[in-house]
């Protein structure tokens, strides 16, 4: 059984950092792309980060370029999202998710695994 656990959500004023970590426990898939989503009230869980197996690609969403770094380390089990210069528009529930698929996924259809959900909060 494969879990996932996130931490690390809060309520912060815009401007500021927070980061997100996810540890995955379980079985694993021995190649496991990771992904970070959210969802905020009224709206459809939405692709936030993605990074491949290895670690070398990552991709994002436009949203959050240039702001927020996804990154993971194997020997924990665990992928992380550093997220600077927050806005009050990323206020959302935060999903890590794992596929079977090696290579970077943007589609939550994608993903065989999800977190529970870690709440950030920004406020103006």
């Known amino acids: 059984q494969v879990q996932l656990v996130e931490s690390g959500g809060g309520w912060v004023q815009a401007g500021d950092s927070l980061r997100l970590s996810c540890a995955l426990s379980?079985?694993?898939?021995?190649?496991?792309?990771m992904g970070w989503f959210c969802q905020a009230p009224g709206k459809e869980r939405e692709f936030v980060a993605t990074?491949?197996?290895?670690?070398?690609?990552?991709t994002y969403a436009d949203s959050v370029k240039g702001r927020f770094t996804i990154s993971r380390d194997n020997a924990k089990n665990t992928v992380y999202l550093q997220m600077n210069s927050l806005k009050v528009e990323d206020t959302a529930a935060y999903y890590c998710a794992a596929s079977a698929l090696a290579s970077t996924q943007t589609n939550s259809r994608n993903y065989n695994y999800w977190g529970q959900g870690t709440q950030v909060t920004v406020s103006s």
């Open positions: 379980g079985r694993t898939f021995s190649r496991t792309s």
């Open positions: 990074i491949s197996w290895g670690g070398s690609i990552t």
